[in-house]
């Protein structure tokens, strides 16, 4: 009988916790390098344009959404928002660390010919296809699934050229129980993932 009790009492608090969770969640986006890029100010110059990045995604107000067993479902936003203001204040901080000066640019069209007009040594913009992490709960666990898509376009003055790469990551994990945390810590391991793997050699193609 006591058992049955506990059983009960157990059962009673996984509905009533997974019942009270859901609303809207901010994930603080940031890129944390964690490799070192002793080359990167000889590749792109010491000052890097900052063109507009484009969210070209279908719904850019969330990042990400947790499905619970029971109750009210999560959405994810990001901080800072706009996503694309997220992810660029987010790398223009970590290129500062390199010696590389980011400088806003109002408008790049992606031409090699427009480079020589550029005021600065080398140009960025990025488009975001996908940017989203996805999580459904069962009864003791949740699967978490996380796609990251971008199209970077560098423009390098002295190469007359502009490179472009198209990266996406696709993530899937199982956890015993999807908090924001432990969402937010996915979501900017890949970012980490991502751009460590860039700035290495962002020239090639």
């Known amino acids: 009988m006591k058992s049955f009790r506990w059983l009960t009492i157990f059962f009673l608090s996984f ?6 969770t859901g609303g809207t969640y901010s994930i603080y986006l940031r ?3 964690t490799r070192e890029f002793p080359s990167l100010q000889q590749k792109l110059g010491s000052t890097l344009g900052i063109a507009p990045f484009q969210d070209q995604r279908p719904d850019t107000l969330y990042i990400g959404h947790h499905t619970p067993l029971r109750g009210v ?20 901080h970590a290129l500062s660390h390199y ?9 790049w069209n992606g031409e090699p010919d427009s480079l020589k007009n550029m005021e600065t040594d ?7 296809k996908r940017f989203w992490t996805e999580g459904v709960a069962s009864l003791f666990r949740t699967h978490v ?16 050229n502009v490179f472009t790469r198209n990266v996406e990551v696709e993530k899937e994990v199982t956890v015993a129980r999807s908090t924001p945390e432990k969402m937010e810590e996915m979501i900017n391991q890949i970012l980490t993932d991502i751009f460590d793997s860039y700035l290495s050699n962002p020239c090639n193609i």
Do not use: D, R
């Open 145 to 160: 699934k996380t796609t990251v898509q971008l199209v970077i376009h560098l423009g390098v003055k002295k190469e007359g």
């Open 73 to 92: 479902s999560t959405h994810f936003k990001s901080e800072p928002f706009p996503l694309e203001k997220a992810i660029t204040e987010s790398l223009s």
């Open 31 to 33: 890129y944390q390098p």
């Open 15 to 20: 509905f009533i916790f997974s019942c009270a």
């Open 99 to 107: 010696g590389v000066k980011t400088i806003p640019i109002s408008n």
């Open 122 to 128: 080398s140009i960025l913009m990025i488009k975001i």
